[in-house]
């Protein structure tokens, strides 16, 4: 007996959004997807090397969407100090603090030590069930990611449908380094400042290194680990882990 395939009305919208926005501009994407979801969406921003670019197109449609800056309390200090830059130069008005339960740090992870044994569960803890409750209100989301980043994310769509049962919009999709870099001399925008010590990606302090000349942007992330994604994004509802020469690792 042949099994029917089961409709998922928010693959549908998904798929649906994707052919519409094909080839559209990311500010175009945004303008869309915050008139689609109105009241209903909300920018997820680690402040990093990066993010000032989508922070800015937002800005300029709507400095009052809610965005969620994921704070895992062992972020550099650097990093904090920029979020406060950003979001004052740029006039964002809901920037909300996404950060771990206190009592469930205290029991899980009580010498702050957990990324040195179990960095997926340390993901987990600081990033990934923080920000799912943070989502809980919302039926969409803005991320910054892009094809050129890894090669978990060279087939990235411009619309996805999340695990979360949420769409998941990624404006920057189809944009190089070369485009960020662009954009953000344009408009004048302020940088990262670890951007200038050789740090092109950025997250927590433990976890994150310079990376030297010819190396992929991300390869200081989780250095000498089977791991290239936080947990936040999945691929085949798994943690997407790094590609090795030869075949997927």
Known sequence: MRLEAVFDPVEAKAAALNARLEGAAPEAVLARALDDFAGRIALVSSFGAESVVLLHMVSRIDRGLPVLFL?????????LAYQREVADALGLTDVRAVRPDPKTLAAADPQAALHLQDPDACCALRKTRP????????????TGRKRHQTGARSGLSLVEA??????????????SGEDVRRYIEVHALPRHPLVGRGYPSIGCTPCTSPVAPGESPRAGRWRGRDKEECGIHFEGGRVVRRLRAGGAG
Not at 71 to 79: A, G
Not at 131 to 142: P, S, T, V
């Open 71 to 79: 704070d895992t309390e062992m972020l550099f200090p650097e990093t």
């Open 131 to 142: 920000l799912d409750a943070a989502l809980g209100g919302f039926d969409a989301w803005i």
């Open 162 to 175: 999340d695990a979360g049962g949420r769409i998941k919009i990624n404006p920057l999709a189809h944009w």
